[in-house]
């Protein structure tokens, strides 16, 4: 199994954002901070598994998304319809 450190996934993601930075601009940024979470009983240097990170401190693939998906109005449309269908409205 896979660890790492809050911290270490920390700086790991704010190396991405300066290397990404003018790819995903300003908007990917704030998305990119908006979904990272910080617990407040957090230990910070103590290991944890690879998908409690994933789950806190988005790297690697959550800026592979923002560089690739643009989204369309035939997207928006079909989010709109999986989020209702979800919801049980259909």
């Known amino acids: 199994m896979f660890e790492m450190t809050f911290n270490e996934a920390l700086t790991i993601q704010r190396a991405q954002m300066a290397y990404y930075r003018q790819s995903i601009g300003r908007k990917g940024v704030k998305v ?6 910080y617990p407040v ?6 290991l944890m598994t690879i998908s ?5 401190v988005p790297r690697g693939g ?3 998304v923002l560089l690739s998906y643009r989204p369309t109005e035939y ?3 079909k989010h709109a319809w999986h989020d209702a269908i979800r919801k049980g409205f259909f």
């Open 32 to 37: 990119i901070m908006a979904n990272t979470i």
């Open 41 to 46: 009983d957090i230990q910070p240097d103590k």
């Open 52 to 56: 409690d990170i994933n789950g806190l």
């Open 62 to 64: 959550s800026f592979e």
């Open 75 to 77: 997207d928006t449309n």
